[in-house]
């Protein structure tokens, strides 16, 4: 399987996890390369930092017969944007693409600005970047903390609420359009319904566009998140059961082109005190199970677990490998992790 969105920790933040046992994990659950987010510690922003990630991100997965490739992070700096494009044109796949935040989240990269999201898409169309933009869609505006209850995860629902990513959707759908940029917009972690309305309207227009779904908003809903021993908070937030029902059908379907973890693992005490994400590579083997069981095809699930993401980011065609006995190796995934937010049953 390719897990196109993990964010492995180490360095300032080795506590949570090093690159070493997220890789490793990830190998034992049938994951064959992952692409890692840029909101580290320090961010992957600029090419030092880049190219230190890369050489430790490598040498690991050759040990471990893998592949580690990298986004490289956005800010609404011109010269920093420049920079960033260079670089996906001199290390692509290594650098896979690029990543945008139009909100804060983990790591508070968010260019939550309209108007700098805006230029961040007319840059990239001035220097014709043809690869992948990949956003994080939530609309900061539309966000308010104040209804967030620590005693409860549930509430995260509505302090960051659907409305938020379907206009973050819509917004950054529109600047390309606008703008006519010439890459491909990936929308990660799509988790409302309405969301998956607007890239599939924008599809039919003939935008080069995709969407990515989690195990989590494909299986579980706000209501699971009253349970505070699962530590089911993440940005963005677990949705309503309508949501993630559709989200499901939507994957079942194709609609949804691709399955990404967005792997985050916590140390218990970060969780305790509200930190968002989960670890997620035993969902990744969950939900194939789910699928496979509600038959979905062994093609489409080729698909969905690999083969589109192969074609969406332009790489050479490879064997995508699914995982033969899913159920053994949720259970030893999740022993890797003291937080363990499914349960196989």
């Keep these: 399987m390719i897990d196109p969105h993990v964010h492995l920790r180490d360095w300032n933040q080795k506590d949570k996890e090093s690159v070493s046992h997220g890789l490793k994990v990830a190998k034992e659950a049938g994951i064959d390369r992952v692409f890692d987010m840029p909101n580290t510690n320090p961010p992957l922003i600029d090419r030092e930092s880049i190219l ?57 990269m968010g260019i939550t600005e309209i108007e700098s999201q805006r230029k961040v898409i007319r840059t990239l169309c001035e220097l014709s970047y043809k690869g992948v933009l990949a956003v994080h869609a939530e609309k900061e ?30 917004d950054i759908i529109r600047f390309c359009e606008e703008e006519k940029f010439p890459g491909h917009l990936h929308i990660c972690h799509i988790s409302t319904a309405d969301a998956v309305k607007e890239v599939v309207q924008a599809k039919e227009r003939g935008l080069s566009v995709s969407m990515g779904a989690t195990p989590h908003h494909a299986l579980l809903s706000s209501l699971d998140a009253h349970d505070m021993e699962r530590g089911l908070k993440m940005n963005p937030p677990l949705r309503s059961e309508n949501d993630r029902l559709f989200i499901y059908e939507a994957l079942k379907s194709g609609v949804i082109d691709n399955v990404e973890s967005d792997h985050a693992p916590h140390t218990l005490d970060d969780k305790r005190k509200g930190a968002s994400g989960i670890p997620c590579f035993s969902g990744m083997l969950l939900l194939y199970h789910k699928l496979k069981e509600d038959g979905v095809s062994r093609e489409r699930l080729l698909d969905l677990f690999g083969r589109n993401v192969i074609k969406i980011y332009g790489l050479r065609d490879e064997e995508v490998r699914l995982p033969d006995d899913s159920e053994e190796l949720f259970s030893k995934v999740s022993d890797a992790y003291p937080i363990r937010p499914f349960k196989w049953s």
């Design 52 to 108: 230190s990630r890369l050489s430790l991100g490598t040498e690991e997965a050759e040990k471990i017969g893998s592949s580690y490739s990298l986004y490289a992070g956005l800010t609404s700096d011109d010269e920093q944007i420049r920079a960033m494009v260079a670089l996906h044109s001199e290390l692509f796949p290594l650098v896979i693409g690029l990543k945008m935040f139009l909100s804060h989240s983990t790591g508070n």
């Design 141 to 170: 505006s539309l966000n308010d903390m104040s209804l967030e209850d620590p005693l409860d995860y549930s509430s995260h629902s509505s302090a960051r609420p659907a409305i938020s990513e379907t206009e973050s959707v819509r």
